[in-house]
């Protein structure tokens, strides 16, 4: 059986393109609307690193893992949750849900705008609806971008790097980069 929500492919692609993409795949499930009973703990963990597991043992599966990605909500207590119209389960998060792993750009200064691709095969846009915020966690600086339903995905290494080295250029004070109309500084 097909995917219903196959990944998006970002490699090559020019940000327009990226944006037209993110356009066509729609919205995701209503998770936000469903408020089941909760029944329990799903056996399931996010590790650090953005691999899943359940039991213990990885989901080798990615079209398995993109299908529980689209269901994963934040609670308000912090907590995650997989949830469909009939039932709603925990699961344990180390870190974010979702790491970004790719990222592409067009325009400068305030007229930028970024895009990143997660490793649940979904895409977004940085800037007012999904910003982009640095916290700070026992592991050092977290660049973390907001996603959907409360969820983040932490910015791999190399892209932080590259956002610092444009916002070091730029000479912003407090460092800092533009996208899609707002300014994130990069310090937490």
Known sequence: MPERRPPIEAQ?????????????????????RW???????????IARDGSWFHEGSPIGRPAMVRLFASVLRREPDGSHVLVTPV?????????????ATQMTMAGEREQRRI??????GDALIVG???????IETAEGPS??????????????????????DI??????????????GAFFPLVP
């Open 143 to 164: 660049p973390r971008v907001a996603v959907r339903f409360g969820l983040e995905a932490e910015l791999a290494r190399p892209l932080y790097y590259e956002l610092a």
């Open 115 to 120: 895009g990143v691709m997660l490793d649940s």
């Open 87 to 99: 039932e709603k389960l925990t699961i344990d998060v180390e870190a974010t849900a979702f790491r």
């Open 12 to 32: 090559g692609q020019s940000l327009a393109d990226l944006a037209a993409a993110i356009e066509a795949r729609g919205e995701s499930p209503p998770v936000d």
């Open 167 to 180: 916002a070091l250029a730029e000479g912003h004070e407090p460092p800092g980069v533009w996208s899609d």
């Open 35 to 45: 408020n089941p009973r909760h029944c329990g703990h799903s056996g399931m963990r």
């Open 128 to 134: 007012p609806a999904h910003p982009l915020t640095v």
